[in-house]
């Protein structure tokens, strides 16, 4: 078994426990809760068949009731999905909505580890895992989720650099889930995801990474051509040697290079001069 499954089980136990907790028998109700309990039912009995429609109640497949008999969790737990009965005047429910939930956090003002302020925003997905602790245990509890993965943001990443926001955003979302669903065990709800929507951030600063980000650019281009200029430096340093080794290459490339320039069809003349005459003018 792994560490997570470990860690779930043990979150279902301690689930069972606090609900067997809150869970009241009928013993604990009291003389006075089970006389009124017996008038109850001797009001439904008198009024047959009409006071049948309203101790008979359905829950849909998604939903399950919490009964409360005189003010106390009636054992079992949650009920449904389907048909369940209930005592008039004694006996309320609540439905409780077991779908998973989904939210955005509202754009929250983060100052991250090396001073700079971000604006973040995400979305959160979360269910009810434990109807009876979701009603017993918190008075609204999506609303207490809401406000906890706010404040749960801003405390993970006011512990992040810029660069880590930016690049770790799955590491960040999987801390924010860790942290939820251990906070909200005990409200009987599951975080089931949380994702990191956009990370925005002040112009100025936008217009700082840029201007960086161009000068980066701009310095890795010079030194591009830094290095063409010295690989062409040392071609043409050996193109030299094996030129001079041999002077007739000189005019064959001399020959070559009036041949490129008679294709590019202009009227530029060019008259080609031994260079054995020129050593003779080089030499009086």
Known sequence: MSVNDERAAMKESKGRDRQSALESSDSDIGFCGWLLVGLSVLLMLVTLPISIWMCIKIV????????????????????GPGLFFILPCTDSFINVD???ITFDIPPQE???KDSVTVSVDGVVYY???????????????DAATRLLAQTTLRNVLGTKNLA???????????SMQSTLDDATDDWGIKVERVEIKDVK??????????????????????????EGEMNAS?????ASLVIAESPSALQLRYLQTLNTIAAEKNSTIIFPLPLEMMQGFIKH
Do not use: C, W
């Open 164 to 174: 880590e926001i930016l690049s770790d955003r799955e590491e960040i979302a999987h």
């Open 201 to 226: 951030l002040p112009l100025q600063l936008q217009r700082a990474m840029a201007a960086e980000a161009e000068a980066s650019r701009e310095a890795r281009a010079k030194v591009i051509a830094a």
């Open 60 to 79: 849909k497949e998604y939903e399950r009731a919490i009964i409360f008999r005189l003010g106390r969790i009636l054992r079992g737990g949650a009920k």
């Open 234 to 238: 040392r071609a043409l340093k050996e």
């Open 127 to 141: 269910r009810v895992q434990n109807a009876t602790l979701a009603v017993a245990n918190i008075t609204n509890a």
């Open 110 to 112: 983060v100052l991250t």
């Open 98 to 100: 077991m779908r998973t």
